[in-house]
Every structure is written in structure tokens, then in C-alpha cells.
């Protein structure tokens, strides 16, 4: 059984909808990426899983952790697993700590949040913490207060406050984005590493294609809150089925390109609150039917590969 | 830094009138209120430094005992105001929406009433004293004390480590007090003390006008009041009373200058 089960979201804040008819499972272990545009309802989808979205969204459809209906739950029922089943990173480490607390202090709380134990105790268990996501001499440094951190540094005590109950699920939103290439590197191995190490199931929240490819087991693609692909990181990302996907794919820069010829995609994303009534790709689709007025469904193009596209389907079909 | 050393300079002005006040029936030399028909406004002598007052009281004696009167009004008045405010302002920027309408438009028909009205409306109703005087001027500070801590709190509450604190879990409760107040109450503290120093002229203006404090209690808004009858004669009786507010107003606007500088940067208490 699927560790987590994502069936049919929709999300909508009044008329605009951010998510409309998600499907995603993630298995014990496994890290998924989440890729698209700005506004494609990727951190909209964290948070619906965290049961965190503003009392304002209307939420649609199920999400189920283990054997748990998560869209079922009460609030304080919710909070009891919040930190301890799944946990969220949320984006920008510069602003994601309190300024107010040292490091230490931080993760102390993280971890009595939820487990009933004394202060030493949780301390002595942060510095392991911290120590584990590879901060140096971190009996001492769990004393200081973020402002004296680097960026990179508050990344790996954020994902410490993360781990603190060892959680199966852990959400990661745009963990690399703020930092510079290298320390990006690092904190994707340490992310890699946590899985290798716990076995936790990883949402790797990203813009960056780059960063999907480097430890992404599957990758899913949204698109204007649709899901318009979904499979294994290496297909979805060297052999791209749907045209939204082609054209995200191939506007990724790389040393090979030609100086002056930085491929963009036309058009521009559609406003989600008046999203077009079918393929929400089709306006700026280069091999738009009239098809694609209607809704695609999800259909397998290979082994662990979906696609959600009227040229697809016709080919099926055929 | 210049912040800090005006906050130094406002503490130990500070410290050393309200050790004054506390210690006055030590430092006293003479009692507040017994009446010498023989020293009816004599000037400033040896045994009385500040001179005596028409009904022949020491004028340092009296300054002493209405320090400590008056030092109760303000920080009394300003720490009701304080929790109260703090509380409310919580409440409505934290969770917003109907709770944040009902809290601040009824705030804000406070803040329409002009300050001294409000005031002498509630004293009218009730009858002077010490604690009236109290309600009266928090009344008057509630609304300043519930916006600034509501604008901070809605700074705070949008940052990540609020969202951060919730996907670990912690409760509403929970994240207000170990993260959004923390980081919401500076700019509350530093109006505090600023509002403090305004609180003794507030207080004065209201027993100046015999809505305040009532005799035989000292307060230095009487003594300016009973000093200013016989001012022509005898300028000690108002000058003291005069210079202890105005020491009492500088040293807590100080403090706030100072504290200013390292609780607000952001200038929302400005």
C-alpha cells in the first residue's frame, strides 16, 4: 500500500482553482519530485497534504497517509501527525527559523511537540540532529540564534527541525532554491542521504528540472494545477511525452547552448480563475486539437509512465 | 551604540526617582501632610529644601509621596492597558476575520473620543480616585497598545517560521506564545514606556481639574493645582512639582528613544 495517496484533488480559493483532479501515491522510501511553473499549485499541494491550506480553500477529493484519511480528520487530529508522520520544509531558509530562539532551542521544540521527554534528553537528541544534517561542532553551534547562521547552515537546522520525530513523509518546498550551486549539492545529498538512511518518503518540491534529476525516483509535472505528466524521473525528464513537459524540458539552459538562443515557451499561464475548461495546456499548446477542449485522462505510455494528452489517447486509440 | 546608552540614561533617571518615591517615608523629612501654621509659604531653607506650600507643608516631602502616587498611576494605567491590548491585539491579528472586525472597530470608537473627554466622561459617571484614574488613562491607551501589537502580529504570522512551527505540529495556542508574541512585543513594550511618561501629564491634567486624585492623598497634579493659587508668592510650591513630572516624562520617553533602537527597528510603535 501506498504510503501516501493522493485521489482526485481539486483545491480552489472562490473562483480560482489551484488544483483540479491531482491523482499521486508515494510508496514507503521513494522520493517523488513536484515540478512546474510558479502558480502551477505545487506548494499548494504540500499543503493540502499538511492540512495547512487557509480556511478560505475548498478542498475536493481524498488524501490518505498509511491507512489514515487525511482530508477526514479533525484539526487536533490532524496536529498529532503533523511532525510526527509527515513533516513539511517549508521554503526560504532564511526566514523559515525564529529569530527570537537559538538553533538548539528550536529543535528541542520540535522534537517535545511530540515526544514526552525531558529538556536534557531533547537536547542531547537535537545535537545528534544537527550533527546528522551535517552542522560541524553542533553542541556549540545549537546555541546560537539563526541570524548567525549562513543560508546553507539554516537549511540543514530547518530539515533537523524536520526529522525531529522521524517522520515517514517528508515534504520538502523548494529546499535548494535560496542557496547558492554548491551547497544546493550538498543539501541534495543530505536529502538522498535521509532516505538511504530512514527510509523516509520524500516530496521534493521544485522549479529546478536540474535538481528533480539528480535524486527524484518519479517526477510528477503540474501544469496550471493540472497533473499533465507523472513517471519514472529519467523518462519524464529524457523522453517527455506531453508538449508541456517538451517545451519545459527543453527551456532548461545547458553549456551546450548556443549564446542568444534561450528557449521560453509562448503564451503565458493561464489566470486560474478562468482556467481554459479542458487541457489547461491547450492555449499555448503548439499541437493543440479541438480535442482539447475537454479534459485528458491520465493514460501509461510505458512502465510507470502517465500522460495526460489527447494526442495519447488518440494514439492508444489507434 | 546611541540607542542604548539613552535607554542607560532613562533607566537610571528612572530608578532613581521611583527609589525616591518608594523610599519616602524614609527620605522624607517631615510628614506629607501635617500643617504648620507657622511656615505658610516660606521659601526653600534649610530644614525645608523646597520651601512649605500655603498650608504649610514641606513642598519636598509632599513632591516625595506624590512621585510614588503618580508613578503607581502610570505604570499601573499602562499595564492593564499593556495586557489588555496585547491580548486583543493577538486575537484579532493572528486569527483575522470576524474576531479582527469586531475587536478593532470597537477599538477604534474608543480611539474617536478625544482622550481627556473619555476620561472625564468615565469620572463623571463613577466619582474620582486613585483607581478611577487608572481605568480611565488604560481606557484611553487600550486602543494605541490592541494596533500596534495587531500590526506586528500580522507581520509575524505570515512569516515561514510560523507556517513552520504549525507542520510540526504545534497548536494555535502553542504558536502564539512561543512564537508570535516573542516576536510581536517590541513594539509594544517600547509605546509602554513612552505612554508612561505621557501618563503622569494625563494624570496631572485630571487632578489639576479635580477629576484625578482627591486630598489628602499627594499627587503632583494637585500640588500644581493648590501651587498655582498662590504662584505670585511663592514659586516653589508649583516649580517642584513641575520638575518632578517633567524628570518623570524626559526619563521614560528616553527609555523608549533607546529601547526603540533595539526592540522596533521597523518603527511600527513610531
Same mark, same amino acid.
Given at each position: 500500500m501506498s504510503l501516501l495517496a493522493i485521489e482526485r484533488l481539486s483545491v480552489s480559493f472562490g473562483t480560482v482553482s489551484a488544483l483540479r483532479d491531482v491523482s499521486l501515491a508515494i510508496e514507503p522510501g521513494e522520493i517523488v519530485g513536484v515540478a512546474g511553473e510558479s502558480g502551477c499549485g505545487k506548494s499548494t499541494l504540500g499543503l493540502a497534504v499538511m492540512g495547512l491550506l487557509p480556511p478560505t480553500a475548498r478542498v475536493e477529493g481524498r488524501i490518505a497517509l498509511g491507512e489514515q484519511s487525511l482530508t477526514e480528520l479533525r484539526e487536533s487530529e490532524l496536529r498529532r501527525?503533523?511532525?510526527?508522520?509527515?513533516?513539511l520544509i517549508v521554503q526560504d531558509p532564511m526566514t523559515a527559523l525564529d529569530p527570537c530562539f537559538s538553533i538548539g532551542s528550536q529543535v528541542v521544540d520540535a522534537i517535545r511537540a511530540h515526544a514526552d521527554v525531558s529538556r536534557r534528553e531533547a537536547s542531547r537528541k537535537a545535537i545528534e540532529l544537527l550533527s546528522e544534517v551535517g552542522i560541524p561542532d553542533a553542541a556549540r553551534r545549537a546555541r546560537e540564534i539563526p541570524a548567525r547562521f549562513s543560508g546553507g547552515m539554516r537549511q540543514r537546522a530547518?530539515?533537523?527541525?524536520?526529522?525531529?520525530?522521524?517522520?515517514?513523509?517528508?515534504?520538502?518546498?523548494?529546499?535548494?532554491?535560496?542557496?547558492?550551486?554548491?551547497?544546493?549539492?550538498?543539501?541534495l545529498a543530505l536529502i538522498?542521504?535521509?532516505?538511504?538512511?530512514?527510509?523516509?518518503?520524500?516530496?521534493?518540491?521544485?522549479?529546478?528540472?536540474?535538481?528533480?534529476?539528480?535524486?527524484?525516483?518519479?517526477v510528477a509535472i503540474l501544469y496550471a494545477g493540472q497533473l499533465v505528466e507523472l513517471g519514472a524521473a529519467s523518462q519524464v525528464l529524457e523522453a517527455p511525452r506531453h508538449p508541456y513537459?517538451?517545451?519545459?524540458?527543453?527551456?532548461?539552459?545547458?553549456?551546450?547552448?548556443?549564446?542568444?538562443?534561450?528557449?521560453?515557451i509562448g503564451g503565458r499561464v493561464p489566470d486560474l480563475a478562468d482556467a481554459p475548461p479542458g487541457c489547461r495546456f491547450s492555449e499555448r499548446c503548439p499541437v493543440a486539437l479541438p480535442l482539447c477542449s475537454e479534459v485528458p485522462r491520465m493514460l501509461p505510455v510505458g512502465d510507470e509512465?502517465?500522460?495526460?494528452?489527447?494526442?495519447?489517447?488518440?494514439?492508444?486509440?489507434? | 551604540m546611541r540607542g542604548s546608552r539613552k535607554a542607560l540614561a532613562g533607566a537610571a533617571i528612572l530608578a532613581l526617582l521611583a527609589l525616591a518615591g518608594l523610599l519616602a517615608p524614609l527620605l522624607a523629612p517631615h510628614s506629607p501632610e501635617s500643617i504648620d501654621s507657622s511656615r505658610v509659604l516660606v521659601g526653600p531653607d534649610v530644614s525645608h529644601p523646597f520651601g512649605s506650600d500655603a498650608l504649610g507643608r514641606d513642598v519636598l516631602s509632599r513632591v516625595l509621596y506624590a512621585f510614588r502616587t503618580s508613578l503607581g498611576v502610570a505604570l499601573g494605567s499602562v499595564s492593564l492597558a499593556l495586557v489588555i491590548g496585547t491580548l486583543?491585539?493577538?486575537? /484579532?491579528?493572528?486569527?483575522?476575520?470576524?474576531?479582527?472586525?469586531?475587536?478593532?472597530? /470597537?477599538?477604534?470608537?474608543?480611539? /474617536?473620543l478625544p482622550a481627556l473627554l473619555l476620561a472625564i466622561s468615565l469620572i463623571a459617571i463613577t466619582g474620582p480616585g486613585v483607581w478611577i484614574?487608572?481605568? /480611565?488613562?488604560?481606557?484611553?491607551?487600550?486602543?494605541?497598545?490592541?494596533?500596534?501589537?495587531?500590526?506586528?502580529?500580522?507581520?509575524?504570522a505570515a512569516e515561514p517560521y510560523v507556517e513552520g512551527a504549525r507542520a510540526r505540529g504545534a497548536s494555535h495556542l502553542a504558536v502564539l506564545r512561543g512564537h508570535v508574541l516573542p516576536n510581536a512585543f517590541g513594539p509594544a513594550l517600547v509605546q509602554a514606556s513612552v505612554l508612561a511618561g505621557f501618563a503622569f501629564q494625563i494624570e496631572a491634567a485630571l487632578s489639576f481639574l479635580g477629576l484625578g486624585v482627591r486630598p489628602p492623598t499627594p499627587s503632583l497634579g494637585l500640588m500644581l493645582y493648590d501651587g498655582?493659587?498662590?504662584?505670585?508668592?511663592?514659586?516653589?510650591?508649583?516649580?517642584?512639582p513641575g520638575i518632578a513630572i517633567a524628570l518623570a516624562v524626559i526619563s521614560f520617553l528616553l527609555l523608549g528613544d533607546g529601547l526603540r533602537a533595539r526592540l522596533d527597528p521597523r518603527g511600527i510603535a513610531s
Open positions: 501527525l503533523r511532525g510526527r508522520q509527515m513533516a530547518v530539515i533537523a527541525c524536520a526529522l525531529a520525530n522521524d517522520p515517514e513523509l517528508l515534504i520538502a518546498d523548494e529546499p535548494t532554491t535560496a542557496l547558492d550551486v554548491t551547497i544546493q549539492a550538498q543539501v538522498d542521504g535521509l532516505r538511504e538512511r530512514r527510509g523516509t518518503a520524500i516530496m521534493l518540491i521544485s522549479h529546478d528540472l536540474g535538481v528533480l534529476s539528480q535524486v527524484c525516483d518519479r513537459t517538451q517545451a519545459l524540458v527543453s527551456a532548461v539552459p545547458t553549456s551546450d547552448h548556443a549564446p542568444g538562443t534561450l528557449t521560453t509512465h502517465e500522460v495526460a494528452c489527447w494526442h495519447v489517447e488518440q494514439g492508444v486509440a489507434r | 486583543l491585539g493577538l486575537i /484579532a491579528g493572528y486569527f483575522r476575520g470576524l474576531a479582527d472586525t469586531l475587536i478593532m472597530r /470597537a477599538l477604534d470608537m474608543l480611539l /474617536a484614574v487608572i481605568v /480611565a488613562i488604560a481606557l484611553i491607551y487600550l486602543p494605541i497598545f490592541a494596533r500596534i501589537v495587531r500590526a506586528a502580529v500580522v507581520r509575524v498655582y493659587q498662590v504662584l505670585q508668592q511663592a514659586w516653589w510650591a508649583d516649580v517642584f
